[in-house]
């Protein structure tokens, strides 16, 4: 984002305005860390903010600040349309296409209101007047701080903000543990800290929330894994019978993808989720070093991502998903190969 980018938007912040903000459909804790961190700052200038979330997200994202705030598109689709059609500004986070926001998308690409993207996936559409795109950034909660930053607004960050915005970038860096995490995010979660979020407390609220179905789940899950070491790849498949075997709710999978890229020579790993309510198989991919899932996801699956995290889908029953997967894989044989 160029100087008269920064300069254009400071000037629409300067009176209040009617603004809606809107994350990626399934939104996950970058997405909602996200939203709420911005929505809290614009919330100190004096604007009418309001987040609009696609549908619902899982339970352990529920304790953030002003989290129920949150209007969900798909349980109040009226007043939602009132607001995006009455919108002065419309920011999009975490995603790169409006086909990321179900359906969402139709109301957002009529709206009248000057729409901002604040994203970190690669080949990010042109729908926006203003784009502030890096896909080197670890989160786009870690690229919401340098937006107040570029604003000369980094004194206007109080705990709230803090507190989403460190939520944010260490789930989507694994705990700071993923390549994507610099320096600067360290600084940043450290700038972050002396601001009010409470790190510990953070974790636990995100991570120490296991029901007893979700470990059943994941037990479950990993006995499903299987290994193909000719190509180091590792992929786990969920049938919607298993699902309601243990009483699957929204988030129960997350992370379960990453027990396989965790195994000792697998640099390649995958999950496949069957929903029934969607007529779907949902995909996670994940891979270490330079090999792209974001590129494989694209050419195969329908979605995209990162370099090393990306999703995708499959209009295929299970096991033919699970054929088709399988098939592909001799075409990345010089990449993956030990």
Not at 67 to 74: C, G, H, P, Q, V
Not at 202 to 225: C, F, K, M, P, V
Not at 250 to 278: C, P, R, W
Request: charge should be negative.
């Amino acid at each position: 984002m160029n100087t008269n980018d920064i300069n254009s938007i400071k000037s629409l912040l300067s009176s209040p305005k009617a603004i809606v903000i809107i994350p990626h459909k399934n939104p996950d804790g970058d997405a909602i860390g996200s939203t709420l961190g911005l929505y809290h700052y614009l919330k100190k200038r004096n604007h009418r903010a309001t987040i609009i979330a696609p549908n619902d997200y899982p339970d352990f994202l529920k304790w953030m600040p002003d989290e129920a705030s949150i209007l969900k598109y798909d349980a109040n689709t009226s007043q939602c349309d009132e607001l995006i059609t009455n919108a002065e500004l419309i920011f999009t986070l975490d995603f790169n296409s409006l086909s990321r926001i179900g359906q969402l998308e139709e109301p957002v690409k009529m709206a009248n209101g000057i729409k901002i993207m604040i994203d970190h996936h690669q080949q990010p559409d042109d729908y926006a007047k203003y784009t502030y795109s890096d896909v080197k950034m670890s989160s786009t909660c870690e690229m919401v701080y340098n937006f107040i930053a570029m604003l000369d607004d980094i004194d206007k960050i109080d705990s709230d903000i803090a507190t989403c915005l460190y939520t944010g970038i260490m789930t989507d860096t694994g705990s700071f543990r993923f390549p994507s995490t610099t320096s600067a995010t360290h600084h940043i979660i450290g700038n972050l800290i002396e601001k009010g979020a409470r790190n510990s407390d953070i974790h636990n609220n995100i991570y120490d929330t296991n029901s007893y179905e979700r470990l059943q789940l994941l037990g479950r899950a990993l006995s499903n894994l299987k290994v193909i070491p000719e190509y180091r790849t590792a992929y786990i498949t969920l049938s919607q019978e298993e699902l309601n075997t243990f009483n699957f709710k929204k988030g129960d999978t997350e992370g379960f993808v990453n027990y396989g890229l965790s195994l000792k020579g697998i640099i390649f790993a995958a999950i496949f989720i069957e929903n029934h309510q969607e007529n779907i198989i949902k995909i996670s991919l994940r891979s270490k070093g330079n090999f792209s899932v974001n590129q494989l996801s694209r050419s195969h699956f329908e979605g995209g991502g990162h370099t090393n995290a990306a999703g995708g889908k499959s209009d295929l029953s299970l096991s033919d998903t699970i054929d088709k997967f399988i098939s592909i894989l001799p075409q990345y044989k010089q990449d993956l190969k030990a």
